[in-house]
């Protein structure tokens, strides 16, 4: 059953992989900017720096993210009301609505399919996500210092 678990993992992530290619697409962006829109959606507006941390990038790097992104209408910076020397990157409205188009009907189709599970199963679904979570974050950290032979 461990194995089957794992194809099914393997087969799942294979999936997201050719769904965020076409969805990177169909927005006329690459993918790093897709990972930081989604990062920006699930966390709401950060900083450039915090967005560059939740997205793996460096600094100089996540500035050419965020000005490929503004160029697209997809982001746009303003200054944090709270501490006017940050400046905050949000999503424009285009980015949500077409984010809404794009992944709105996958996450109705899961929202479907997950209520079909008791609240026990939903239990061990989430702690079985979480403790796959904590491994692709743990292996991802272990290979940003590896060297290729």
């Not at 690459?30 to 989604?38: K, Q, Y």
């Not at 990062?39 to 965020?66: Q, Y």
């Not at 079909?116 to 061990?124: G, I, K, N």
Request: aromatic share 2%; charged share 30%.
């Amino acid at each position: 059953m461990i194995e089957a678990v794992t194809k099914a993992v393997q087969d799942l992530q294979d999936a997201t992989d050719v769904m965020d290619e076409r969805a990177a697409r169909r927005l006329g962006i690459n993918r790093t900017d897709l990972r930081c829109l989604s990062r920006l959606s699930a966390r709401g507006p950060l900083t450039a720096s915090e967005l560059a941390t939740a997205a793996g990038l460096t600094g100089g790097a996540m500035t050419t993210v965020i000005d490929r992104l503004e160029q697209a209408g997809l982001a746009r910076r303003s200054r944090d009301s709270a501490d006017r020397r940050r400046v905050l990157v949000h999503l424009t409205e285009r980015a949500e609505q077409v984010s809404a188009e794009i992944w709105g009907p996958v996450l109705d189709d899961a929202r479907v399919e997950l209520g079909r599970f008791s609240l026990a199963e939903l239990s061990v679904i989430e702690r079985f996500l979480s403790l796959a979570l904590k491994n692709q974050q743990d292996h991802a950290d272990r290979l940003r210092g590896a060297r290729p032979h």
